[in-house]
């Protein structure tokens, strides 16, 4: 009997907890924690979503402002790049832009031949002349030209050319002869006056005058020039110095002494032509 009670009084504290505790739940303090406690995470969670929302737009910001003054910086380097250009052709007598240069240089970049010549210099050998040059020391990777590249160098030099050459008023107000006779010398068989045409108008370079007369002599060398020589080809031969023109230039600082000129300068010297128009029939 006594053992039967105690079972009983078991089982009815086993079974009066959650009872229990579900009265205490309901309670008007429990349910006010309760809420409180929800209210609680709520209010975290969102103050977590404002916080991402904000560092988004923090990082969004920043990013625009790192943008716009990357932009800004740009635009000040290509403006003080535009301003050095613009006084550098000034100070070399070139009354242009530099919108007007780069519309000469894409106009000069037209002119020259397409070519589809290969940057590797072994890609037209076969392997024994590769390794014939090798062994000679030769070196024959594939090198960048970059700014060095013959063609850039032409380009720009053809530019520069055109931008300083005399339209054939120009040359005939300065000569101070008529437009015709300009233009009957350059259309002479053979030629007695170089020029080159762009958009079928003559141009006469002005590295052929010298103050408001021609180079004495060019015209010599001018009738034995192709008709079909490049202005920049013709430029370069006739400002570089030659060994076999010799003699004493006028120019020089230190007049007296004699070393190789230019065939400009021989001429300006008043050396005999002739050595001249000889070298320019080889070009």
Known sequence: MAS????????????????QKGREASTPSARIALRKRAEATDFRQADYRRTRTKTAVLRGELERRTGMASHAATKSSLALARGLLSAMLQERGLNLTPDELHQMVMSAVATLAKTLA???????????????????????TSQPSGAHDPLAR???????????????AELAKILRVNESRIRQRLGDRPRSLYGFKIDGAWRIPEFLLEGAHLVPGIERVTARLDPDL???????????????????????????????????SWLLAGFDPEPVAELASGL
């Open 4 to 19: 039967r009670k105690k079972k009983r009084a078991v089982r009815s504290a086993t079974t009066a907890g959650p009872r």
């Open 118 to 140: 290969s940057s590797d210099p072994s890609s037209d050998l076969t392997e024994a002349e590769r390794e014939t040059l090798k062994r000679g020391g030769f070196d024959l």
């Open 154 to 168: 032409t380009v720009a030099e053809y530019a520069a050319l055109r931008k300083a050459s005399k339209s054939v």
């Open 230 to 264: 490049h202005p920049v080809a013709f430029y370069r031969w006739f400002t570089t110095a030659n060994p076999d023109l010799v003699g004493v230039d006028a120019a020089a600082e230190e007049v007296g002494e004699e070393r190789p000129l230019t065939p400009r």
